[in-house]
């Protein structure tokens, strides 16, 4: 029988333990043996589960998101000035890796003029087809900062930009100031529309610059576990 070993290593152990005397039967052998089973494995994955749990909770400890981040753009010719903001900019940064993202709602772009705005969403951003712009990168030096001590850090940030459909590599110097335990971040940048597919019409391209400022300011807290 398959059993038998098992058996008689657990009536040696519990006779021993008995001066001799093994008052037990062989199913209440059977049923201890597998009570100590049972409880030894349940020990085991609690362990499992608990390490799991400790690790998804430092992960979330490294993680600062946002949902109100601005983005202004600036765009300055001899013959008008354009500029909008958008204050609905997801973002997120690990600062375990440095990965940092963000994601921004192209109608959400407010302008001076309503008129300008129509424009820029219709004919220029085409933003029923293209509804979303997007990053997808890293803070390439976060290694060489303490981001966990208060004070204001020179970054690197390299990445992919998604804009109109088209993707851009890009690469560009900003700070992250820690203050309290909150991140803001800010970078500068510019954009150059054809690169993006985004075409000018003659009849205003004397308005508008070849290459649009971009200014980002996002604050960032401690992701809640």
């Known amino acids: 029988m398959p059993f038998q070993p098992v058996f008689r290593k657990n009536i040696t152990r519990m006779c021993a333990h008995s001066n001799g005397k093994c008052n037990l039967t062989v199913p209440e052998i059977v049923l201890n043996s597998q009570k100590a089973l049972i409880l030894s494995i349940m020990k085991?994955?609690?362990l499992l589960v608990i390490i799991i749990l400790i690790s998804?909770?430092?992960l979330k400890a490294q993680k600062y998101t946002t949902k109100s981040g601005t983005i202004r753009f600036s765009s300055e010719t001899p013959m008008e000035k354009i500029e909008a903001v958008n204050r609905q900019v997801n973002s997120a940064l690990d600062m375990a890796t440095g990965n940092f993202v963000f994601k921004v709602l192209v109608r959400g772009f407010e302008f001076e003029k309503?008129?300008?705005q129509e424009h820029f969403n219709e004919n220029y951003?085409?933003?029923e087809t293209y509804p979303n712009s997007t990053f997808v990168g890293k803070v390439v030096n976060i290694k060489e900062m303490n981001l966990a001590k208060d004070g204001l850090y020179k970054v690197v940030v390299e990445g992919d930009l998604t804009m109109h459909g088209i993707t851009k590599k890009i690469s560009t110097n900003g700070t992250l100031e820690v203050k309290?335990?909150?991140i803001t971040g800010t970078a500068t940048f510019n954009v150059v529309p054809k690169d993006f597919n985004i075409k000018i019409p003659q009849?205003?391209?004397k308005n508008i610059a070849e290459a649009i400022r971009i200014d980002v300011?996002?604050?960032l807290e401690?992701?809640?576990s």
Request: proline share 0%; net charge positive.
């Open 44 to 46: 085991k994955h609690i």
């Open 56 to 58: 998804c909770s430092l």
């Open 114 to 116: 309503a008129l300008m």
């Open 125 to 127: 951003m085409e933003s």
């Open 180 to 182: 309290a335990g909150k």
């Open 203 to 205: 009849a205003v391209i």
């Open 217 to 219: 300011k996002i604050n």
């Open 222 to 224: 401690k992701l809640n």
